[in-house]
């Protein structure tokens, strides 16, 4: 900490608040933006303030509009007009916007800030070896995950308690180009290291090149499954979740009769695919007319003929397109140090949806009964899974982030267009990691986030890479503007080139 005071703390142009104070600082190069300082209270010695410069503004207060057009019609400088303008003290202030974070007590006990610092109190700078204590950053290689590096502090190492990051839910937002998939592989790379499964499901195919690591070297252990591959969705997953039905349009008077159905079908020593399909055949009757069996199960349990057809047609839709089999073994695709990739890039876009919501139904009926250890699921393109617009997946998952991290699940949404998230996911998710991103996506996202107006205006022009990070693992859960780390293992997303 410099022990010489850059500025003092200054009731122009605004008086301090809990959440801001002016410095009016020594000199125009005293301090940058995004330099982390700290406050000494001239009124209590015992009190502290750190915060962080969010902006720096310059002023000659002795050049009046009169000067200024002066100026501009005559083309002199300002020195000409008033000699010392831009240099004296008296006439040139410059003032720095001081976003308050903690409040020290006697040099121990870190709080959030509910007083205001004492106009007049001297700012002074401070040294990286405190900073990453104060922001809460975790030193335990074991539970530490680490992103990158403060944007202002290259030196310092953006580490947070990988418990207290998977204990809520991670949201990763940014457009396209910003560096937001590149980062989830960040993220996955060091939560696989530490033994976590991690399930992604892989709108564009961007994760299956995590097998690999940069220069030739050993990437992640990868499972990738494929739909219709090497995994299908068993027919008795689909009828336990009667809201991945309803979202599939089927309507409460067909679903009683699919239970009813599949009812016959069980007692019959018959489940799954083969349920369906023994519903599905066609049955010559008592006066020789063929007919299928769920019709007839249907009329004889006094449904009308509207209900069975509309049924018949969407299970027969559904069959249709090849997902439905032998299902899978949980303990097989889902392995502690093992990141599985669901490559959804090449299937059906009517049926992504369905096979998300089954196999995310999946995973957290075996979490409950503790068959599979805790995980991480990542939802790449999440509008499309969790929109605001009822899906089959888009009910499971507002479920399951409602409720998964008290059964050791988190969840990790990803997307370039967060305004088409649906709210209650938004509302609980507890990290964010923000990259470049405006227009109504920001407006949304603002909503949700502690981000002050300078840091809004900022997000809008961040480069490719650099994230303002905000959520319980830094301490007061404020955010911090973080340059991402270069990846270990492939990364998948690169665009195309034209030329």
Same mark, same amino acid.
């Given at each position: 900490?410099?022990?010489?005071?850059?500025?003092?703390?200054?009731?122009?142009?605004?008086?301090?608040?809990?959440?801001?104070?002016?410095?009016?600082?020594?000199?125009?190069?005293?301090i940058?933006?995004?330099?982390?300082?700290?406050?000494?209270?001239?009124?209590r010695?015992?009190?502290?303030?750190i915060?962080?410069?969010?902006?720096?503004?310059?002023?000659?207060?002795?050049?009046g509009?009169?000067?200024?057009?002066?100026?501009?019609?005559?083309?002199?400088s300002?020195?000409?007009?008033?000699?010392?303008?831009?240099?004296?003290?008296?006439?040139?202030?410059?003032?720095?916007?001081?976003?308050?974070?903690?409040?020290?007590?006697?040099?121990?006990?870190?709080?959030?800030?509910?007083?205001?610092?004492?106009?007049?109190?001297?700012?002074?700078?401070?040294?990286?070896?405190?900073?990453?204590?104060?922001?809460?950053?975790?030193?335990?290689?074991?539970?530490?995950?680490?992103?990158?590096?403060?944007?202002?502090?290259p030196?310092?190492?953006?580490?947070?308690?990988?418990?207290?990051?998977?204990?809520?839910?991670?949201?990763?937002?940014?457009?396209?180009?910003?560096?937001?998939?590149?980062?989830?592989?960040?993220?996955?790379?060091?939560?696989?290291?530490?033994?976590?499964?991690?399930?992604?499901?892989?709108?564009?195919?961007?994760?299956?090149?995590?097998?690999?690591?940069?220069?030739?070297?050993?990437g992640?252990?990868?499972?990738?499954?494929?739909?219709?591959?090497?995994?299908?969705?068993?027919?008795?997953d689909?009828?336990k979740?009667?809201?991945?039905?309803?979202?599939?349009?089927?309507?409460e008077?067909?679903?009683?009769?699919?239970?009813d159905?599949?009812?016959?079908?069980?007692?019959?020593?018959?489940?799954?695919?083969?349920?369906?399909?023994?519903?599905?055949?066609?049955?010559?009757?008592?006066?020789?007319?063929r007919?299928?069996?769920?019709?007839?199960?249907?009329?004889?349990?006094?449904?009308?003929?509207?209900?069975?057809? *509309?049924?018949?047609?969407? %299970?027969? #839709?559904?069959?249709?397109? !090849? $997902?439905?089999?032998?299902?899978? /073994? +949980? &303990?097989?695709?889902i392995?502690?140090?093992?990141?599985?990739?669901?490559?959804?890039?090449?299937?059906?876009?009517?049926?992504?949806?369905?096979?998300?919501a089954?196999?995310?139904?999946?995973?957290?009926?075996s979490?409950?009964?503790?068959?599979?250890?805790?995980?991480?699921?990542?939802?790449?393109?999440?509008?499309?899974?969790?929109?605001?617009?009822?899906?089959?997946?888009?009910?499971?998952?507002?479920?399951?982030?409602?409720?998964?991290?008290?059964? *050791?699940?988190?969840?990790m %949404?990803? #997307?370039?267009?967060p305004? !088409? $998230?649906?709210?209650?996911a938004? /509302? +609980? &998710?507890?990290?964010?990691?923000?990259?470049?991103?405006?227009?109504?996506?920001?407006?949304?996202?603002?909503?949700?986030?502690?981000?002050?107006?300078?840091?809004?205006?900022?997000?809008?022009?961040?480069?490719?890479?650099?994230?303002?990070?905000?959520?319980?693992?830094?301490?007061?859960?404020?955010?911090?503007?973080?340059?991402?780390?270069?990846?270990?293992t492939?990364?998948?997303?690169?665009?195309?080139?034209?030329?």
């Amino acid at each position: 900490m410099s022990s010489r005071p850059l500025g003092i703390v200054s009731s122009k142009p605004d008086p301090p608040s809990t959440a801001f104070c002016w410095v009016e600082l020594i000199d125009i190069d005293t301090i940058r933006k995004g330099a982390f300082v700290i406050l000494r209270d001239a009124k209590r010695p015992n009190i502290e303030f750190i915060g962080q410069v969010i902006d720096v503004i310059n002023s000659s207060i002795v050049l009046g509009d009169s000067y200024r057009e002066e100026m501009l019609r005559s083309g002199k400088s300002a020195e000409d007009i008033i000699v010392g303008s831009l240099s004296r003290p008296e006439y040139f202030k410059s003032f720095a916007k001081i976003k308050l974070m903690y409040k020290v007590i006697d040099g121990r006990k870190i709080d959030l800030v509910d007083t205001p610092p004492t106009d007049t109190s001297p700012l002074l700078g401070l040294t990286s070896s405190n900073l990453s204590a104060i922001l809460g950053f975790s030193t335990n290689t074991k539970i530490a995950t680490c992103l990158g590096s403060l944007y202002s502090h290259p030196d310092i190492q953006v580490c947070l308690d990988l418990n207290k990051l998977l204990e809520g839910h991670i949201a990763i937002f940014g457009q396209t180009g910003s560096g937001k998939s590149y980062a989830s592989g960040v993220l996955i790379e060091e939560i696989v290291e530490r033994g976590v499964p991690v399930v992604v499901f892989d709108h564009m195919g961007e994760y299956i090149s995590m097998d690999k690591g940069v220069g030739g070297s050993k990437g992640l252990n990868l499972i990738k499954l494929t739909p219709r591959v090497n995994i299908t969705i068993d027919f008795d997953d689909v009828i336990k979740a009667s809201p991945i039905l309803t979202a599939l349009g089927i309507t409460e008077a067909q679903l009683n009769l699919l239970r009813d159905a599949y009812m016959e079908a069980e007692s019959n020593k018959l489940g799954g695919l083969k349920a369906v399909k023994w519903l599905l055949e066609d049955v010559v009757t008592s006066n020789g007319k063929r007919r299928k069996r769920i019709y007839l199960i249907g009329r004889n349990k006094g449904y009308s003929t509207a209900t069975i057809d *509309g049924l018949r047609w969407k %299970l027969e #839709s559904l069959l249709g397109k !090849g $997902i439905i089999g032998g299902g899978f /073994n +949980i &303990v097989d695709v889902i392995k502690p140090g093992h990141l599985t990739v669901v490559d959804l890039s090449e299937t059906d876009p009517s049926i992504r949806s369905l096979i998300v919501a089954v196999v995310l139904n999946k995973i957290a009926e075996s979490r409950r009964k503790k068959i599979i250890p805790p995980l991480l699921v990542v939802i790449e393109e999440a509008h499309n899974y969790v929109p605001i617009e009822e899906t089959p997946s888009s009910l499971m998952i507002r479920d399951l982030i409602r409720g998964a991290r008290h059964w *050791g699940m988190s969840v990790m %949404l990803i #997307s370039q267009r967060p305004s !088409g $998230i649906h709210r209650d996911a938004l /509302n +609980i &998710v507890n990290t964010h990691i923000i990259f470049r991103i405006k227009g109504n996506d920001l407006d949304y996202i603002k909503q949700f986030t502690p981000f002050t107006k300078e840091e809004l205006e900022d997000i809008q022009t961040l480069p490719e890479g650099i994230a303002y990070v905000t959520g319980p693992a830094i301490r007061g859960g404020l955010s911090v503007k973080v340059s991402i780390r270069k990846r270990k293992t492939i990364h998948g997303g690169h665009s195309v080139k034209f030329i």
